[in-house]
T-cell receptor, first 113, second 113 residues
Framework: NAGVTQTPKFRVLKTGQSMTLLCAQD?????MYWYRQDPGMGLRLIHY???????AKGEVPDGYNVSRLKKQNFLLGLESAAPSQTSVYFC????????????FGQGTRLTVV | SQELEQSPQSLIVQEGKNLTINCTSS?????LYWYKQKYGEGLIFLMM?????EEKSHEKITAKLDEKKQQSSLHITASQPSHAGIYLC?????????????FGKGTHLIIQP
């Protein structure tokens, strides 16, 4: 029972480089989310998706792009990484319904130097 | 301003003692979630409260949502080393929660032997 799987778990990027974080869920959930967690800031929503082919901006979307081409996958892209994007990124998914539980991945620790 | 305030920010408790963590919202909550995070790991769902006055328990952890649905408390009885970690409250302010959770900044709990 994999649940929500994030790839990679750790990454170091140089300023200006690009990368894609992959989130995969095997629970057939409609909703998927990307959050970032920073010291003293808690978790903040970057982008989210309510279904295959749809995405929407969250609280802190600047500098990130997302795609949901397949229901089970939600990709987070950084086109030109900046040191301010150094953070721990969490993906989550949940089923359709009122106040359903969100399941979280183990996180990706990204450092931009 | 922060929509969801958690207190205290950190807590050191002697093993076997009881403790309470609070989560206060600046507006009426639709749903309130409690998660636990071990350092360097993902979030583990504890419980969700929706109805004013609702109370739920799991093992030695009890969470309550006040009648006016603007505050929740998490109470741990007879704390153990396994309770150590970061406790996060998350909120939805409209039905469904498809647009993600708003999180507090977390409470760091340390259990002293």
């Amino acid at each position: 029972n994999a649940g929500v799987t994030q790839t990679p778990k750790f990454r170091v990027l140089k300023t200006g480089q690009s990368m894609t974080l992959l989130c995969a869920q095997d629970m057939n959930h409609e909703y998927m989310y990307w959050y970032r967690q920073d010291p003293g800031m808690g978790l903040r929503l970057i982008h989210y998706s309510v279904g295959e082919g749809t995405t929407a901006k969250g609280e802190v979307p600047d500098g990130y792009n997302v795609s949901r081409l397949k229901k089970q996958n939600f990709l987070l892209g950084l086109e030109s990484a900046a040191p301010s994007q150094t953070s721990v990124y969490f993906c989550a998914s949940s089923a359709v319904g009122l106040n359903t539980e969100a399941f979280f991945g183990q996180g990706t620790r990204l450092t931009v130097v | 301003s922060q929509e969801l305030e958690q207190s205290p920010q950190s807590l050191i408790v002697q093993e076997g003692k009881n403790l309470t963590i609070n989560c206060t919202s600046s507006k009426t909550l639709y749903g309130l979630y409690w998660y636990k995070q071990k350092y360097g790991e993902g979030l583990i769902f504890l419980m969700m409260l929706q109805k004013g006055g609702e109370e739920k328990s799991h093992e030695k952890i009890t969470a309550k949502l006040d009648e006016k649905k603007q505050q929740s408390s998490l109470h741990i009885t007879a704390s153990q080393p396994s309770h150590a970690g970061i406790y996060l409250c998350g909120a939805t302010y409209s039905g469904g929660g498809a647009d993600g959770l708003t999180f507090g900044k977390g409470t760091h709990l340390i259990i002293q032997p």
